[in-house]
């Protein structure tokens, strides 16, 4: 454990961030299992608003911290070849 009063903060905070980031990534990692398992099934009507959501996740994430910007983009552009049909993997 720090002693510098400054240092038990910084520890402290640093907890809080990775818990927001662990937050961040679980959620759009879930959310990306929910469009895949829609896309493959026969509801693709229901996937617009997943895909919405997992954009909107993912850009809040990159705001925040959590993900880097080429790390966000990729995952957006994923995300939008599934939706389309193409697969997610090249």
Sequence with gaps: MANI???KKRI????RERLE?????????TTFRRLEAIVSGD???DAAPVHRELVQTIDKAVKRGAL?????ARKKSRAARIL???GGEA
């Design 12 to 15: 402290l905070r640093s907890e």
């Design 68 to 72: 880097h910007r080429n790390t966000g």
């Design 5 to 7: 009063h400054s240092q």
């Design 21 to 29: 980031n662990r937050r961040y990534t679980s959620k759009i990692k």
């Design 84 to 86: 389309a049909g193409r």
């Design 43 to 45: 509801d693709r009507a």
